[in-house]
Nanobody
Framework: EVQLVESGGGLVQAGGSLRLSCAAS????????IGWFRQAPGKEREGVSC????????YYADSVKGRFTISRDNAKNTVYLQMNSLKPEDTAVYYCAAELLFQCRASRYDYWGQGTQVTVSS
């Protein structure tokens, strides 16, 4: 049973911080690249960040660069998204996803989590 389970979302004031976690099971976690995506009301899903299977390379959307940091702990089968200086426009459901082959360079993800809500108040 493949699972990706997000946690850590919640309500925070603008300027605050949250750390999201994505706990994986049922597959060889350290073979997979892990991405974070978000979908805000009325908007398309967008890629936020991605980290290679080794943790050696990371990628960020321009909208979050300098504020968000992705990391992973392969020993714990967990990836994190540290979100600082949060803005109301960061409000969205955040999803983690895993892909095996594309090194964070494509949108073809194999597994998806259920999402966690992040709400940033102004």
């Amino acid at each position: 049973e493949v699972q990706l389970v997000e946690s850590g979302g919640g309500l925070v004031q603008a300027g605050g911080s949250l750390r999201l976690s994505c706990a994986a099971s049922g597959f060889t976690f350290d073979d997979y690249n892990i991405g974070w995506f978000r979908q805000a009301p009325g908007k398309e899903r967008e890629g936020v960040s991605c980290i290679r299977s080794s943790g050696g390379s990371t990628y960020y959307a321009d909208s979050v660069k300098g504020r968000f940091t992705i990391s992973r702990d392969n020993a714990k089968n967990t990836v994190y998204l540290q979100m600082n200086s949060l803005k109301p426009e960061d409000t969205a459901v955040y999803y983690c996803a895993a892909e095996l082959l594309f090194q964070c360079r494509a949108s073809r993800y194999d597994y998806w989590g259920q999402g966690t809500q992040v709400t940033v108040s102004s």
